[in-house]
């Protein structure tokens, strides 16, 4: 069982910058990826970006790749979502999630462990 802790969600005016940290544990393998995800009011779930433990590649949503940024320390097993230029439709829940294996992917099939989430507010 993968557990999560999820932080750095919070309140922010249109323009400004958050950065979401997930620290992951319970799991031994070193071929996982580590997913975040993030649902509006709504709407449905969507894939936002995506690391690879095995060898640092990324995928990140063309919807939002101008502005976020993911990151990792793997020594940690932590990864880093940096959100710059928020828009008040950036809001919603953000989740951190685990994937076994090789490949990054931003479909919710390729989850296999959900974190709780961290709320992300965009208003002025």
């Known amino acids: 069982q993968v557990q999560f802790v999820e932080s750095g969600g919070g309140l922010v005016q249109p323009g400004g910058s958050l950065r979401l940290s997930c620290a992951a544990s319970g799991f031994t393998s070193s071929y996982y990826v580590i997913m975040w995800f993030r649902q509006a009011p709504g709407k449905e779930r969507e894939g936002v970006s995506c690391?690879?433990?095995?060898?640092?590649?990324?995928s990140v949503a063309d919807s939002v790749k101008d502005r976020f940024a993911i990151s990792r320390d793997n020594a940690k097993s932590t990864v880093f979502l940096q959100l710059n230029d928020l828009k008040v439709e950036d809001t919603g829940r953000y989740y951190c999630?685990?994937?076994?294996?090789?490949?990054?992917?931003?479909?919710?099939?390729?989850?296999?462990?959900w974190g709780q989430g961290t709320e992300v507010t965009v208003s002025s």
């Open positions: 999630a685990w994937g076994a294996g090789f490949g990054c992917s931003l479909v919710p099939q390729r989850v296999d462990y």
């Open positions: 690391i690879s433990a095995e060898d640092g590649s990324t």
